[in-house]
């Protein structure tokens, strides 16, 4: 079955240490997404990119990096430089010619 | 820049009533498009419908309608006759066509009283 997969659901870690997000996709989509979901704030966009070896920053890059070596592939790190980490994060995915995103499960992050 | 404004944190509403969920959004882009989703409980984001800037008509897909007034900067959502399971977070997005940036408001939480 097609479909997006992040792991691991939940996420426990220590302040300052970094912590990488996986997010994987096998619908052959171009475009992939990391947003950021808190209570009262909708959904945030961290980073986005629409074809292998390239993003760009969201509207809250700040703290955080993300790679996309593979199409399948775009993990996100949140690093030590990120304020306040704990967080549901959202990742989804864009086919060509497509206008509806699909989403992973998440991941709920909390740093203690 | 772009942004999506939900201005209604929280709506009750009885069952079989019909309901309007709004959205604004502000953007210089001729071409965009307007999404909206449903996140129950379980968090996970189900997609409901799409209205394109340049479609005429408004989008529906079953129960869901999208009241698109283009010069009023609205993408209003209606729900006709609800139903218990449409109990849910709601929210609005919009897409960029040219580099497919894609951001969500804030969402309204949906009650549906018995």
């Known amino acids: 079955d097609g479909g997006i997969t992040q792991s691991p659901k939940y996420l426990f870690r220590k302040e300052g240490q970094n912590v990488t997000l996986s997010c994987e996709q096998n619908l052959n989509h171009d475009a992939m997404y990391w947003y950021r979901q808190d209570p009262g704030q909708g959904l945030r966009l961290i980073y986005y990119?629409?074809?292998?070896?390239?993003?760009q920053k969201g509207d809250i890059a700040e703290g955080y990096s993300v790679s996309r070596e593979k199409k399948e592939s775009f993990p996100l790190t949140v690093t030590s430089a990120q304020k306040n980490p704990t967080a549901f994060y959202l990742c989804?995915?864009?086919?060509?010619?497509?206008?509806?995103?699909?989403f992973g499960p998440g991941t709920r992050l909390t740093v203690t | 820049a772009q942004k999506i404004t939900q201005t209604q944190p929280g709506m009750f509403v009885q069952e079989k009533e019909a309901v309007t969920l709004d959205c604004t959004y502000d953007?210089?882009?001729?071409?965009?498009?307007l999404f909206w989703y449903k996140q129950p409980s379980s968090g996970e984001m189900i997609f409901l419908i799409y209205?394109?800037?340049?479609?005429?008509q408004n989008a529906t897909e079953g129960r869901y309608s999208l009241n698109f007034q283009k010069a009023r900067k609205s993408a209003n959502l209606v729900i006709s006759a609800s139903q218990l399971g449409d109990s849910a977070m709601y929210f609005c997005a919009m897409r960029d066509l040219r580099d497919d940036k894609i951001i969500f408001g804030k969402g309204t939480r949906l009650h549906i009283l018995p």
């Open positions: 989804a995915s864009l086919g060509q010619g497509s206008y509806e995103q699909y």
């Open positions: 209205q394109g800037s340049y479609d005429q």
């Open positions: 953007t210089s882009d001729p071409s965009y498009g």
């Open positions: 990119s629409q074809i292998v070896n390239d993003f």
